[in-house]
């Protein structure tokens, strides 16, 4: 299998904070890599895939960056709503490995 | 507007197997690159891939618990259907099943996912 590494697996920040989250892949996945927001009790969200786009629907403010085995996540202006854990995900070769996530609340 | 629902047991003892179903709405598992993976999520914990069928009934699994699963598809009722085999404490988790999003390989809708506990 593949492994994901995220860091930091844990960010505090302020509402309207650049907040940025790196995820490594242990192989070259070249772009495929998606990010996944999860808040409690509910089922994961795809904010983007191919290292770079964003799903229908997501706000402009995250974004996504990288390829071959170093991927960022960047959300501009942190508003409350963001608050949540951020999951990183090759989608290279099956099982599609996750990260152990990323939890994010606010200062 | 593509929906996805888990429904099973919400207790299984230890050595039992779990049978979990996947109904799904706005899309047919015939249709060319689709597919339905299921993915778990112990307490706490990260999301694991567990089994993944495409529309040509080409099937992948986790190497670690290939031994153990078999996933399905019944395209006449619009299912699929996970069964996970010799069931353990550590088998607890919240199962989702999710619409794979062709060609990017990645689950772009999710059920709201089922909480399976194993426990005698």
């Known amino acids: 299998d593949i492994q994901m590494t995220q860091s930091p697996s844990s960010v505090s920040a302020s509402v309207g904070d650049r907040v940025t989250i790196t995820c490594r892949a242990s192989?070259?996945?070249?772009?495929?890599l998606a990010w996944y927001q999860q808040t409690p009790g509910k089922a994961p969200k795809l904010l983007i895939y191919?290292?770079?786009t964003l799903q229908s629907g997501v706000p402009s403010r995250f974004s996504g960056s990288g390829s071959g085995t170093e991927f960022t996540l960047t959300i501009t202006s942190l508003q409350p709503e963001d608050i949540a854990t951020y999951y990183c995900?090759?989608?290279?070769?099956?099982?599609?490995?996750f990260g152990q996530g990323t939890k994010l609340d606010i200062k | 507007q593509i929906t996805l629902k888990e429904s099973g047991p919400t207790l299984v003892k230890p050595t039992q197997t779990l049978t979990l179903t996947c109904t799904f709405s706005?899309?047919?598992?015939?249709?060319?690159?689709?597919?339905v993976g299921w993915i778990r999520q112990p307490p706490g914990k990260a999301l694991e891939c567990l089994a993944l069928?495409?529309?040509?009934?080409?099937?992948r699994y986790s190497p670690s618990l290939k031994s153990r699963l078999t996933i399905t598809k019944d395209t006449s009722k619009n299912q699929v259907v996970l069964t996970m085999t010799n069931m353990d404490p550590g088998d607890t988790a919240t199962y989702y099943c999710?619409?794979?999003?062709?060609?990017?390989?990645?689950?772009?809708?999710w059920g709201q996912g089922t909480m399976v506990t194993v426990s005698s």
């Open positions: 999710a619409h794979r999003k062709n060609p990017a390989a990645v689950f772009d809708i």
């Open positions: 706005g899309f047919s598992l015939t249709t060319g690159g689709v597919g």
């Open positions: 069928i495409y529309w040509d009934d080409d099937k």
């Open positions: 192989q070259d996945i070249s772009s495929w």
């Open positions: 191919a290292a770079s």
């Open positions: 995900q090759e989608a290279n070769l099956f099982p599609y490995t």
